[in-house]
């Protein structure tokens, strides 16, 4: 399983897995999309590289995610696919390839915008097979 969504009363909540830091990245990437668009209908044209660093892993997922949010707001960019590299280097650095394109209301199936990603229940943690997220966005 990638992710699930959780029962939230007014935001949307998920927890996403994976079994290492890479691939939880990229399911909790795929979540905040698929609370927003259809995936199936975003293509992956458009390339966009991140860079980020952090002291520890768990803030650098928030600041991952955040960055991805601030793209789709700021550059009307929709993503569907994501090969994501976290090394522990003095904290913890993220290398990411977000795959997407242009928002197109017509084709995309757009559903609810992510205005934020909040910290309230925010984790990130290793659990027995590998790692576990848990996100609250803000709707």
């Not at 609810?112 to 709707?139: M, P, Q, S, Y």
Request: aromatic letters at 12%.
């Amino acid at each position: 399983m990638k992710y699930k969504f959780l029962e939230h009363t007014a935001d949307v909540m998920f927890e996403a897995y994976g079994r290492d830091l890479d691939e939880v990245f990229a399911n909790a990437a795929l979540a905040v999309f698929e609370v927003q668009c259809d995936l199936k209908k975003v293509g992956s044209e458009i390339k966009n590289k991140i860079k980020l660093k952090n002291e520890n892993a768990e803030d650098l997922l928030l600041a991952f995610l955040e960055e991805l949010v601030y793209l789709k707001d700021a550059k009307y960019l929709l993503f569907s696919k994501f090969k994501v590299a976290v090394k522990k280097r003095n904290g913890f650095e993220l290398e990411a390839v977000a795959f997407g394109e242009k928002i197109n209301p017509e084709k995309h199936g757009l559903k609810t915008d992510v205005k934020a990603i909040t910290l309230h229940e925010f984790f990130l943690k290793k659990i027995k097979n590998g790692w576990k997220c848990r996100v609250l966005l803000d709707i």
